[in-house]
């Protein structure tokens, strides 16, 4: 594909080299400066007399558009404006983005993303991102290269097939949004160039016959394609992924259950990948359980941990805290003897029904046959608690309420500290409420949720509820990725980047946080990034020399700040 525009990195500020004119100019969001660009630049590109006369800082741009973003009645229309930003100027999107992080986060992102998504179909404007479906699978090559950036220069994809988006599920085609999201978060969190990253879709089909039954819907029409053939799909992307971009880590994002682990495993080591809702989860939780553990005087290989909701997410938590507790000197073995996981069946227990990955966390027969149950085949959350005197609560069950008081109160009976972690999402679906949690402890509970919670008052003092929120992570662990080129995201880059989350947090009085906050989620995202690198250099995995992280890193966080305009004839 011919180069139109190419940036060129400074010091300062970078400079972008351009061969388009006219209308073309300003189609282009990403060399796009609208009413910033000057006379002088608006002469040589062809652009006078397309503008208003006036020319506005960056400074004043953003004055003047966040004021209207305020003015934006409903969280989806504030997500609507954002978008249609960044269709016209990706430059102060970002710019917007990066200083209202906090207020943003969950506008771009979850949760209101979720309602962009079911709406998809009927608010398709601009299409962004690649579009690939089984019922083509020979268009998987060229419709890769279609993007406006060579395929040299991609750094990052961010891939779904939609099947398990947020906690609405399948939602076909619109799940490209929740790629678009992401990416977005990659590029305000960690600094990745915009240029550099390529939302894509998988296009399988859909079984969610609201969508089917839709004359509006623009996904390919008929149920979702399983088996050998579903397979053959996925590794000829992969394939393709590998031959045309070799420098990109290919992030997978909302797959369901029944494919994300098994697709993450069959790739991981064949491609450079990473799963954010396996392991970006389980980095943050376990970032959140060290500075839980710190601040109760134990250490990690002591705990007793049950998972409520031992599904893709669980299991992924529990093989990270596995890694993490063997670098104390226990055996895989016996990390794994820490773990109790329920299903929706109960208990996960060897003669039970198992996926896969559950498997190596079933318990035997033998070793609940002593306990006084209702239902042997079926053993409750409430028993398991009862017998095992957890330390640990993790809840990925997307079960309301799940955390009875019951159960809280004697967990809480034999733990100075237990340490509560109702992760579901969105808040509707949490397993117990943080104010709860402090009532029924005594202000007792070390807690992290997976929705924002505001703080709680109890007893004089203001408990700051830490949300485990992914984006504390993936945007570092892409961008030390890109910095060091890494040949595979290992678990030891994992718990490199769980540790750098950790460490960032400071404040240990009674009440404090246990996790950063979100604003500062710039210096935590380079913090992680440094982490990635040295934990990749320290395991043979970095394709590239890095002598000095913090200078890497620092040099390839991009930075909103409109590049000088060089105009060219050609490129």
Not at 109 to 133: C, K, V
Not at 340 to 363: K, N, T
Not at 510 to 526: D, F, K, V
Request: one cysteine or more.
């Amino acid at each position: 594909m011919r180069r139109e525009f190419l940036f060129l990195p400074g010091p300062q500020r970078d400079t972008v080299k351009i061969a388009l004119r006219g209308r073309d100019v300003l189609s282009d969001p990403m060399i796009n400066q609208g009413t910033a660009f000057t006379h002088e630049e608006r002469a040589a590109l062809g652009i006078t007399g397309l503008l208003p006369g006036g020319v506005m800082s960056m400074e004043e741009q953003i004055r003047r558009v966040y004021k209207q973003y305020q003015s934006e009645p409903t969280n989806l229309a504030k997500y609507t404006y954002l978008n249609s930003m960044r269709d016209r100027n990706e430059f102060l999107f970002y710019r917007l983005l990066t200083d209202h992080i906090e207020e943003m986060m969950p506008i771009i992102y979850t949760p209101t993303i979720g309602e962009a998504i079911q709406e998809y179909s009927h608010w398709f404007h601009r299409p962004r991102g690649i579009y690939l479906d089984i019922d083509n699978p020979e268009l998987i090559e060229s419709s890769l290269l279609q993007d406006r950036t060579p395929a040299e220069d991609i750094e990052l994809i961010v891939v779904t097939d939609s099947e398990g988006i947020l906690g609405i599920g399948d939602q076909g085609v619109g799940g490209v949004a929740i790629t678009i999201g992401k990416l977005s978060v990659y590029v305000a969190a960690a600094g990745v160039h915009p240029h550099h990253v390529l939302p894509v879709v998988l296009d399988t089909g859909t079984d969610n016959l609201d969508l089917l039954s839709d004359p509006a819907y623009l996904g390919v029409q008929h149920p979702r394609v399983r088996g050998e053939e579903y397979d053959e799909f996925i590794n000829k992307f992969v394939k393709a992924v590998k031959k045309l971009f070799p420098n990109a880590m290919l992030h997978w994002e909302d797959f369901a259950a029944g494919n994300a682990t098994r697709i993450l495993n069959r790739y991981r080591d064949e491609i450079c990948s990473f799963n954010d809702d396996i392991q970006g989860t389980a980095s943050v939780v376990v970032a959140a359980i060290l500075s839980a553990i710190r601040s109760s005087g134990t250490k990690i290989c002591e705990q007793q941990i049950v998972i409520n909701g031992a599904g893709s997410a669980g299991i992924g938590i529990a093989n990270q805290l596995v890694n993490v507790m063997m670098t104390e000197g226990i055996s895989e073995k016996e990390a794994r003897s820490k773990f109790w996981g329920l299903s929706s069946r109960g208990l996960l227990v060897e003669d039970g029904v198992l996926r896969d990955f559950q498997a190596p966390f079933a318990r035997s027969r033998e070793e609940v046959s002593g306990w006084d149950v209702e239902n042997p085949r079926k053993i409750t959350l409430a028993e398991v608690v009862e017998n095992t005197q957890p330390t640990i609560l993790i809840g990925t069950s997307a079960q309301a309420g799940a955390f009875t008081e019951k159960i809280v109160k004697k967990m809480a009976e034999k733990v100075e500290r237990p340490i509560i972690m109702p992760l579901s999402n969105p808040t509707t679906k949490a397993e117990a409420t943080p104010e709860d949690l402090i009532n029924w402890t005594d202000g007792r509970a070390l807690i992290a949720t997976g929705s924002p919670f505001n703080p709680v008052e109890y007893k004089s003092t203001t408990f700051h509820i830490a949300q485990a929120n992914n984006a504390l992570v993936f945007p570092g662990i892409g961008l030390g990725v890109i910095v060091c080129k890494a040949e595979k995201v290992s678990d030891n880059m994992i718990a490199a980047a769980s540790s750098a989350v950790a460490n960032a947090v400071t404040d240990r009085r009674l009440g404090a946080s246990l996790l950063p906050p979100i604003n500062h989620l710039r210096s935590i995202s380079a913090q992680v990034a440094i982490a990635v690198v040295e934990a990749a250099k320290a395991e043979g995995l970095a394709r590239k020399e890095v002598p000095s992280p913090i200078e890497e890193v620092y040099k390839n966080t991009w930075k909103p700040i409109y590049p000088k305009v060089e105009v060219v004839d050609s490129l």
